[in-house]
């Protein structure tokens, strides 16, 4: 197998060898983390021979839950020693460049770094020369592929295959970064995606084969297996104004429990997170038992785990 990328900003980063090396290992850490009571479940035992010790920094300039927290919590598992970097209290405020608060953390002896940023692109500089192995955990409206890689995961293993399945991934697709890694990696098992939303939302660039688009969310949800749900990336939007209102995107796009009842699909609902409840998806459809959500928050865990052991694979 190919060595691991030194930065992974991209599932493109990723050949396939590799992305199914990650899905064995994360159903191993997975399988291990239930046979083991939750007091002797450490990874330790389990870990592979590192070229070095991970010591690693989650520098997260934009807001997370969860990513964040499942990186820690695999990096706890893996036994690896951790920092966190604080951006809002850090020398960054005092005009400090990205670059040379790189080179300070790495000088700390810190050789992996987690990294989030609200801009797109946000690894370039760094890609050519990096300072230390780095792992994209969401950059702008880029791509998000830890998040991509766990949801496959999710899929494989709550759907065995996907070859042949058509997959909906309902909302605010052009400004979701996790949108932008799942139309490249789950075409590669097989899987069809369908883009659905208002035209304000689709991707501005063509998003290659495999990938078709549909304006209706019913004849989505008929002619799909499972949907994926973005939230509306507010904050992402450089527009001052949506071209429709949000009880109008509602009405069209949000997933609610009673309505697939009603038209007789009840089928898997996956989400990122966070949610808009009452947005993209209704409280009783995220409190249903189509929800993945959360299942996809713990299989996160167990896939970070795999990507960092991945990335200081001794060989
Ligand atoms: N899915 C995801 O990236 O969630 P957080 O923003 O909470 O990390």
Not at 60 to 70: D, G, I, N, Q, V
Not at 175 to 193: D, E, N, Q, T, Y
């Amino acid at each position: 197998m190919d060595r691991f990328p030194t930065v992974l900003e991209s599932v493109r980063d990723l050949n396939a060898e590799q992305i199914h090396w990650l899905l064995g290992r994360t159903q191993e850490f997975k399988k291990e983390s239930k046979t083991l009571s939750p007091q002797n479940f450490s990874a330790r035992g389990l870990c592979r021979e590192l070229r070095a010790p991970i010591v690693a920094c989650t520098f997260f300039a934009e807001h997370s839950t969860r990513t964040k927290l499942s990186f820690t919590r695999g990096l706890q598992l893996l036994g690896a020693e951790f920092l966190n970097f604080d951006s809002g209290t850090s020398s960054l405020k005092k005009g400090e460049s990205l670059r040379e608060t790189f080179y300070t953390i790495k000088a700390m002896g810190v050789n992996l770094l987690i990294f989030r940023c609200p801009v797109s692109f946000g690894l370039a500089p760094f890609k050519a020369q990096p300072p230390f192995s780095i792992i994209n955990a969401g950059d702008g409206k880029n791509e998000h592929p830890t998040q991509a890689l766990l949801d496959l995961f999710t899929m494989l293993e709550q759907e065995k295959d996907l070859k042949g399945k058509k997959i909906a991934i309902i909302g605010d697709i052009e400004h979701s970064r996790v949108s932008h890694s799942l139309i490249h990696l789950l075409p590669l098992f097989g899987a069809k995606v369908v883009l659905v939303g208002p035209r304000f939302f689709w991707p501005k660039n063509p998003p290659g084969p495999h990938v078709e688009f549909c304006e209706s969310r019913d004849e989505a949800i008929k002619k799909c297996d499972l949907l994926y749900l973005l939230r509306i990336q507010t904050e992402r939007h450089a527009e001052a104004e949506l071209p429709f209102s949000l009880p109008e995107y509602v009405k069209e796009f949000g997933v609610s429990y009673q309505h697939l009842k009603k038209i007789g699909r009840l089928i898997p609902l996956y989400s990122p997170g966070p949610a808009n409840i009452g947005v993209e998806i209704d409280e009783e459809a995220i409190q249903s038992e189509l929800f993945v959500g959360h299942t996809q928050v713990e299989n996160g865990v167990f896939m970070r785990m795999s990507i960092m052991e991945a990335m200081f694979l001794k060989g």
